[in-house]
């Protein structure tokens, strides 16, 4: 991890500044949400599991109003998250944002009836567990200022009403980060960190394919989640900015 320069913490005659990390951020989606990110002057952590990736990233965004860097981070490991954790502390202090979207496993023509289970493991332990370990990892940080705002990145697929027999490691894990993010609301309510869940729609990334969304539009509601006034709504589901049944 690159070391950024030093910030000055606010003070009644300086700006409050937020300090933001994005999971899964070196291209796509995440990319996109980093770089709306920092044209609200966030100084922005952009994760990634290959370093090297998240540093030609980070170049891509040169000239940005907020700073970007890039940290190592697979959510799959406790110790790259511990490390992380460590040294965002030391760094900052502080943790304002962090918005849950490394993600993948869209298996799309897989069925229900498989024997083969190991996608949905995989899907889980990234959509469902990476956001469970970094959250609570990283809340400290934001308990420590009475502030923070998690947004997990899941997708209309989990929620409950929705009836298809495709994508079901995709669709059940995003389901259980739906209801990870209820209960982890429900608990924090009254703290000042609100959690919510954002469906950022069909994007035409490298994961959704072509057709979709522009990335812009998806990454969009996300970030407005990310940047909610005080006081925030916590424990919904967005889409653009307008709640959706669970």
Same mark, same amino acid.
């Given at each position: 991890?690159?070391?950024?320069?030093?910030?000055?913490?606010?003070?009644?005659?300086?700006?409050?500044?937020?300090?933001?990390?994005?999971?899964?951020?070196?291209?796509?989606?995440?990319?996109?949400? *980093?770089?709306?990110?920092?044209?609200?002057?966030?100084?922005?952590?952009?994760?990634?599991?290959?370093?090297?990736?998240?540093?030609? /990233?980070?170049?891509?965004?040169?000239?940005?109003?907020?700073?970007?860097?890039?940290?190592?981070?697979? *959510?799959?490991?406790?110790?790259?998250?511990?490390?992380?954790?460590?040294?965002?502390?030391?760094?900052?202090? +502080?943790?304002?944002?962090?918005?849950?979207? /490394?993600?993948?496993?869209?298996?799309?023509?897989?069925?229900?009836?498989? +024997?083969?289970?190991?996608?949905?493991?995989?899907?889980?332990?990234?959509?469902?567990?990476?956001?469970?370990?970094?959250?609570?990892?990283?809340?400290?940080?934001?308990?420590?200022?009475?502030?923070?705002?998690?947004?997990?990145?899941?997708?209309?697929?989990?929620?409950?009403?929705?009836?298809? /027999?495709?994508?079901?490691?995709?669709?059940?894990?995003?389901?259980?980060?739906?209801?990870?993010?209820?209960?982890?609301? /429900?608990?924090?309510?009254?703290?000042?960190?609100?959690?919510?869940?954002?469906?950022?729609?069909?994007?035409?990334?490298?994961?959704?394919?072509?057709?979709?969304?522009?990335?812009?539009?998806?990454?969009?509601?996300? *970030?407005?989640?990310?940047?909610?006034?005080?006081?925030?709504?916590?424990?919904?589901?967005?889409?653009?900015?307008?709640?959706?049944?669970?």
């Amino acid at each position: 991890m690159s070391r950024p320069a030093r910030r000055v913490p606010a003070t009644a005659t300086a700006p409050v500044y937020r300090v933001a990390l994005v999971t899964g951020a070196n291209r796509g989606l995440g990319f996109e949400v *980093v770089r709306q990110l920092s044209e609200r002057g966030m100084t922005v952590l952009l994760g990634a599991r290959d370093f090297d990736k998240g540093l030609h /990233a980070v170049r891509k965004l040169a000239g940005a109003p907020g700073e970007v860097i890039a940290v190592q981070l697979d *959510v799959t490991r406790q110790d790259e998250v511990d490390a992380l954790v460590r040294w965002i502390e030391i760094t900052y202090g +502080r943790l304002d944002v962090l918005v849950n979207n /490394a993600g993948g496993h869209y298996d799309h023509d897989a069925a229900a009836s498989t +024997r083969d289970i190991t996608p949905a493991h995989a899907a889980l332990e990234t959509h469902l567990f990476g956001s469970w370990r970094l959250s609570s990892a990283l809340l400290p940080l934001m308990r420590r200022h009475g502030y923070g705002r998690i947004v997990n990145v899941s997708s209309g697929c989990g929620a409950s009403g929705s009836t298809s /027999a495709s994508c079901v490691a995709y669709r059940t894990s995003k389901a259980a980060l739906n209801a990870y993010t209820r209960t982890l609301a /429900a608990e924090l309510e009254g703290s000042g960190i609100a959690v919510n869940a954002v469906c950022p729609g069909w994007v035409a990334t490298e994961l959704g394919g072509p057709g979709g969304r522009p990335v812009e539009r998806g990454a969009a509601g996300i *970030v407005w989640a990310a940047d909610l006034p005080v006081p925030a709504p916590t424990g919904r589901f967005f889409r653009d900015g307008e709640v959706i049944p669970w």
